[in-house]
């Protein structure tokens, strides 16, 4: 890849960030609008659906403001188990090393 990308790519590893409310309604509303309008263009397609996430009422937004909870939460807990299995990579690699010095150092091979 370039060095010249204007996003980043996931490495695969890394736990995906987690989506606001927006983006959770829009996910669950774009194959309804799908199925409403087949030949719908993108662009189209948002500003309906952003329309929609606009008329909601407090209470029926409530719900995906509460998904969107629960996906930070599951970002933060594999976020910390992320950086703690990197951490442990790291410290294995480093005692690995410190081994493998302390083996030339006493001149076993």
Known sequence: ????????????????????????????????????????????????ISARFQALTPTQREKYTKMSQLEMERYIRETLEWKNAQLDKERYKWESLEWKNEIERIGFY
Do not use: C, Q
Request: hydrophobic share 30%.
């Open 1 to 48: 890849m370039s060095t010249g990308t204007w996003f980043k790519v996931h490495d695969g590893e890394k736990p995906l960030r987690p989506n606001g409310p927006y983006v959770i309604f829009y996910k669950e509303e774009r194959p309804k609008l799908l199925l409403e309008f087949p030949n719908i263009s993108f662009r189209e397609g948002a500003d309906r």
